[in-house]
């Protein structure tokens, strides 16, 4: 018999439901965006987003269930995004979960983002362990190894800003709209990466990332260029950017590819969506003895369908969570 769950995705800025077959395939991925509210601040506001959150959640939830063709009877428990996000907008998320497996009498899997981020990848194609993911979004930056489902080892992770962010960060300083990463990545495809820019290596053993110091590079030769009133190209501003991320996140990934001789290699996070970064990855690793796992964009960026896959890990393993439930803004990847 299969096994259906009830994803629920409310982290940040898209209310997301979906119900998840055997951990594997895709019943429903509803996905209501709210980026063109947070358009106009640049950026997300945590209390826009919550309130939005409040008004699509039960929407949503009846669009996912109509789209999957199944009643709440059919299912096999309740999962929503526990942390890590903004609290007030894991909130939502978590009521919402908690009232209807308790209305329906069904059990309750709290999943950290990040991990729903990694097991997108399970519905692409079997996960194959060991296994290390690269995670790159708007909140995170983490090379994670897995030598089983649900075990997590953070081997590598940003001091600083996330590669969305910085991302997110430069686009506003050229003037783009919000979320920049989209656009750099235009951008680059039309620019030549002539801008001397930093690459921050770190200590040579650590896979550790930063990229504050690039950030503030790119701001400083805006800064420079404006004062002795030249102009340089976008184009070219986002091209050396997006190499210089690109050079390091790959370089880095590669090097922890042959140091833990995993199996397989996922991409996960918004990030990558980023056309320079797969394709960087692809040419990278075709002399490595590596499965390469890129996610469709739909599955990249937030959505409820791999907080489903990741949930399923969970329902075979028995791990439920209580009515005690939390947002937990700030969980830890092998804290659930
Ligand atoms: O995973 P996600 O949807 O949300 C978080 O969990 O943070 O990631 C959103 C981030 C944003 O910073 C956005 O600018 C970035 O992913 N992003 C991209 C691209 N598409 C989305 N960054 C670079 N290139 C892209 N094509
Ligand atoms: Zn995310």
């Not at 601040?41 to 008004?55: D, N």
């Not at 009521?95 to 983002?113: E, Q, S």
Request: charged fraction near 20%.
């Amino acid at each position: 018999m299969s096994e259906y769950i009830l994803a629920i995705e409310t982290s940040c800025d898209e209310t997301a439901v979906a119900v998840i077959e055997n951990g594997t395939k895709i019943k429903s991925n509803v996905v209501a965006s709210q980026i063109e509210s947070h358009k106009r601040f640049g950026g997300v506001v945590p209390e826009i987003a919550s309130r939005h959150h409040v008004e699509q959640i039960t929407y949503i939830i009846e669009a996912s269930m109509k789209e999957a063709g199944l009643s709440f009877s059919d299912l096999s428990a309740v999962a929503v995004t526990a942390g890590p996000g903004l609290v007030g907008a894991l909130l939502i998320g978590v009521n919402a979960a908690k009232a209807v497996a308790f209305a329906h009498d069904l059990p309750l899997i709290g999943v950290h983002h990040i991990a729903g981020h990694i097991y997108a990848n399970r519905l692409v194609t079997e996960m194959k362990f060991p296994l290390l993911t690269l995670v790159v979004s708007g909140g995170h930056t983490e090379l994670v190894f897995m030598k089983e489902h649900g075990t997590y080892e953070v081997i590598g992770e940003t001091r600083d800003d996330a590669v969305g962010e910085a991302y997110d960060k430069v686009a506003r300083m050229l003037g783009l709209p919000y979320p920049g990463g989209p656009h750099i990545d235009r951008l680059a495809q039309e620019g030549n990466p002539t801008i001397p820019l930093p690459r921050a290596w770190l200590e040579a053993d650590s896979f550790d990332f930063s990229f504050s110091g690039l950030k503030s590079a790119v701001i400083n030769t805006m800064h420079n260029a404006k004062q002795r009133e030249e102009t340089i190209s976008q184009a070219d501003i986002a091209a050396s950017f997006q190499e210089s991320v690109i050079e390091v996140l790959v370089t880095k990934s590669k090097k922890a590819i042959e140091q833990y001789n995993v199996k397989q290699f996922l991409l996960a996070g918004g990030v990558a969506a980023n056309r320079g970064l797969r394709q960087k990855l692809e040419q990278e690793l075709s002399d490595v003895d590596v499965e390469l796992i890129i996610p469709p964009l739909s599955l990249c960026t937030d959505n409820a369908a791999m907080i489903g896959a990741a949930a399923s890990i969970y329902l075979q393993k028995g791990q439920f969570a209580d009515y005690e439930l939390n947002g937990q803004p700030g969980l830890e990847l092998n804290h659930i």
